[in-house]
């Protein structure tokens, strides 16, 4: 089993982006239709950019046309959490990665029916995607089936 931690703030700052250190260390939002993961459709994987743990799946990826991607269910409930945030005079859930503890995006009960009825938008910024021809490569092996 792997494990997933995050990095010292200074180490993190040189390894993002603005955007991305902003997203996921400060809770910033990214641009709607800005992610390079918006229109994104490849097999494969996306982790937290952060501590590599990984969060979701091109298989529950769709398009809900809000500007950032959506899954419709974790890859792994284990790695995502939840909270409650009354930012910007809204109730929302928050979803955070459980061990690197980035800001991935909140989760509404909007999704697809066919699909469950959530929609996890998430910001492109906290994602890094691993293709599936890549899984082993990068070390997550265990994740292939899900594309057989």
């Not at 993190?12 to 459709?41: C, G, I, M, W």
């Not at 910024?125 to 599936?132: D, E, G, T, Y």
């Amino acid at each position: 089993m792997k494990k997933y931690n995050k990095q010292d703030k200074e180490k993190l700052k040189e390894k993002l982006t603005a955007t991305q250190y902003k997203v996921t260390q400060e809770n910033a939002t990214e641009r709607p239709f800005t992610s390079e993961y918006n229109d994104h459709n490849e097999e494969g994987i996306y982790v937290d950019i952060v501590s590599g743990e990984p969060l979701f799946t091109s298989k529950h990826k769709f398009d809900a046309g809000c500007g950032w991607p959506s899954f419709s269910e974790p890859l792994d409930n284990e790695n995502i959490k939840e909270k409650e945030d009354r930012s910007h005079g809204m109730v929302r859930t928050e979803v955070r990665s459980k061990h690197g503890d980035s800001h991935l995006g909140h989760l509404f009960k909007d999704g697809p029916k066919e699909m469950g009825g959530l929609r996890y938008c998430i910001n492109g910024a906290s994602l890094k995607f691993i293709k599936k021809e890549d899984l082993k490569k990068e070390g997550y092996e265990e994740y292939l089936k899900l594309f057989e």
